[in-house]
């Protein structure tokens, strides 16, 4: 019996295939700690597959250093990522914005010679090619600006990736009880950014402020005496981007709660330019959101040409296996939760 099905056009990819390499084994960088979003750890780049790296953390920068530490301490020293991921920075940039640095006084020191001598134009020139890593940085459009308290959705990349959040340009804070403990470093012209009423317009939840209720962006704005981003200030899309990501179409796809794994994937939704991407096997609670350029959605054949691990799409019959890890919430959740 043959089987027949639709894959997403590899020439959809080729920007992504053909991109430059920015770094190579024993590159030193600053990295955003996923758990808390105001630490920030120095790290080293062991491993360079594609545009994928596989950073650690650099233990002997920090006052106590282990040598003994058991697998499940290693591996939460480890993390495979894309080379542009907004978790990446470069050596000095904690400092030079007034981030936590964990390290010792030896990295700190150099850290800090690294953030006086580096200028914001020579940080994104020569030690951050990548401008999605900047976040203090913003850009005009037509002369609108962002400016501070000015409200927003995004796409937090530190939670599920299945909802977008009510947020507010401090540079980034998510607002309720989290707005001051949980910031975000993102630049102005990053794809997670969507203005104001994305969510409802194209059909995907959006978590509110705790104990707002169900949330109402016209209320919110007038008691919090706030406006909107201008939609100038956003990524802006054709539709018929999204004929080459036919629904139903088959792909590999990063699963951002476990970003080491790739897995098979199809496209299950259109959101305008986000795409709702299920691994297969998986029930749609697992489903995340991507922007349809994302540098963690693959061409059927990615991993075989790399040389990169293709998780087994999960069998249904097969006996109900636990995930190793869910992304702080992999379930629904109410708006206001």
């Known amino acids: 019996m043959t089987t027949s099905y639709s894959s997403v056009h590899i020439r959809k990819f080729i920007p992504l ?45 920090f006052d106590r250093y282990r040598t003994n530490d058991d697998d499940s301490q290693v591996r939460s020293l480890l993390f495979w990522m894309d080379q542009d991921s907004p978790l990446i920075f470069p050596v000095g940039w904690a400092l030079k914005v007034g981030y936590k640095l ?24 020569h030690e951050n090619p990548s401008p999605s890593k900047m ?14 308290g000015m409200k927003l959705e995004v796409l937090d990349p530190l939670d599920t990736w299945k909802e977008l959040r009510v947020s507010t340009v401090m540079e980034i804070g998510f607002d309720g009880d989290e707005m001051e403990s949980d910031p975000v470093p993102i630049h ?8 104001v009423g994305y969510a409802q317009k194209y059909g995907i939840r959006l978590k509110g402020p705790k104990n707002t209720g169900l949330f109402d962006w016209t209320v919110y704005l007038k008691k919090c005496n706030a406006i909107a981003a201008p939609e100038k200030l956003f990524n802006t899309f054709n539709d018929d981007v999204l004929n080459d990501f036919k629904i139903g179409a088959k792909l590999e796809a990063t699963d951002m709660c476990e970003p080491h794994l790739i897995c098979p994937a199809t496209v299950a939704g259109h959101h305008g330019r986000l795409l709702r991407i299920e691994y297969d096997g998986w029930a749609s609670n697992y489903d995340q959101l991507f922007d349809y350029r994302s ?43």
């Open 17 to 61: 295939l053909i991109r430059i390499l920015i770094f190579q084994k024993g590159d030193h960088v600053e990295l955003l700690d996923s758990t808390i979003s105001l630490r920030v750890r120095p790290a080293c780049v062991e491993k360079v597959i594609g545009t994928r790296i596989h950073v650690r953390i650099s233990q002997i920068f």
């Open 102 to 125: 964990e390290a010792n006084d030896d990295y700190i020191k150099h850290a800090k010679e690294v953030s006086i001598k580096a200028n914001d134009s020579e940080y994104e020139k």
């Open 135 to 148: 976040c203090i940085k913003t850009e005009a459009a037509d002369d609108i600006m962002w400016e501070k």
């Open 188 to 195: 102005s012209s990053s794809e997670l950014l969507f203005p």
């Open 295 to 337: 540098a963690n959605i693959f061409p059927l054949g990615w991993c075989e040409m790399y040389g990169y691990k293709l998780e087994a799409p999960r069998v249904s019959h097969a006996p109900k296996k636990k995930r190793k890890k869910i992304c702080k919430d992999n379930v629904e959740k109410d708006i206001s939760a």
